[in-house]
T-cell receptor, first 113, second 114 residues
C-alpha cells in the first residue's frame, strides 16, 4: 500500500541555517505530494504541494521537488527563522480526486536565535 | 465561518461512554475527511465523505466508530463504548471536490478517555 517515510526529529537549528527534511514515499500510480505544517497551538496547514514528477512546490521560502526516480519529496529552506519552528508532515494522496491523505510521522523543527 | 470548525476542542470522558465530535466544514466544500492523530504520529485516515455519502470508510478501526453527514455539510463522528486507546486528537478536514488532497484542517478535538 501507499506510505510515507520522513526523517526522525527533532531537528534543531540556529537562525539562518539551511534546512533539509527528507521524505520518501511508496505509491502506485501517480500520487500528489504535500508538505503540511503545524505551528504550536494551531491546526495543520498546507505548506506546498506538487502534483506530477519534476514539479517544484514552493511557499514562504520553502521548496520541495517531486522526484519520481528516487521517490522523494525533500523539504528545503535556505535560511530558517525562529518563526519556522513547527512540526512538518510529508503526505501523499492517490491519483483519484478526493483520495485521503497519507501522512508521515512528522518532524519537529526547533529554530533558536 | 472562514475555516473548518470542530467542537468541542477538548473532551474528557469515562471508559465505556458514548461521545460525539462535530465538524463544520468550509462552506461549499463537498469532500470531508476525518483523521485521528495519536501523540508523536501523523494523522491517520478514518473516513471520507463526498456529499452526504461515505465514499470510503476503510480507516474506521472497528464498529464502535461511526460518522454521518446527513445534509452534506456538518459531520458528526460517533464513538460508542469508548476505550482508553481511543484517546487522540480527532481532526476534520474539507476540500473542494476536484482537488487532490488540498485539505483545510480544523484544529481538532482532543479526546481523553479515562
Amino acid at each position: 500500500g501507499n506510505s510515507v517515510t520522513q526523517m526522525e526529529g527533532p531537528v534543531t537549528l540556529s537562525e539562518e541555517a539551511f534546512l533539509t527534511i527528507n521524505c520518501t514515499y511508496t505509491a502506485t500510480g501517480y500520487p500528489s505530494l504535500f508538505w503540511y505544517v503545524q505551528y504550536p497551538g494551531e491546526g495543520l496547514q498546507l505548506l506546498l504541494k506538487a502534483t506530477k514528477a519534476d514539479d517544484k512546490g514552493s511557499n514562504k521560502g520553502f521548496e520541495a521537488t517531486y522526484r519520481k526516480e528516487t521517490t522523494s519529496f525533500h523539504l528545503e529552506k535556505g535560511s530558517v527563522q525562529v518563526s519556522d519552528s513547527a512540526v512538518y508532515f510529508c503526505a501523499l494522496s492517490g491519483y483519484q480526486a478526493g483520495t485521503a491523505l497519507i501522512f508521515g510521522k512528522g518532524t519537529t523543527l526547533s529554530v533558536s536565535s | 465561518g472562514a475555516g473548518v470548525s470542530q467542537t468541542p476542542s477538548n473532551k474528557v470522558t469515562e471508559k465505556g461512554k458514548y461521545v460525539e465530535l462535530r465538524c463544520d466544514p468550509i462552506s461549499g466544500h463537498t469532500a470531508l475527511y476525518w483523521y485521528r492523530q495519536s501523540l508523536g504520529q501523523g494523522p491517520e485516515f478514518l473516513i471520507y465523505f463526498q456529499g452526504t455519502g461515505a465514499a470510503d470508510d476503510s480507516g474506521l478501526p472497528n464498529d464502535r466508530f461511526f460518522a454521518v453527514r446527513p445534509e452534506g455539510s456538518v459531520s458528526t463522528l460517533k464513538i460508542q463504548r469508548t476505550e482508553r486507546g481511543d484517546s487522540a486528537v480527532y481532526l476534520c478536514a474539507s476540500s473542494p471536490n476536484r482537488d487532490r488532497g488540498d485539505a483545510f484542517f480544523g484544529q481538532g478535538t482532543r479526546l481523553t478517555v479515562v
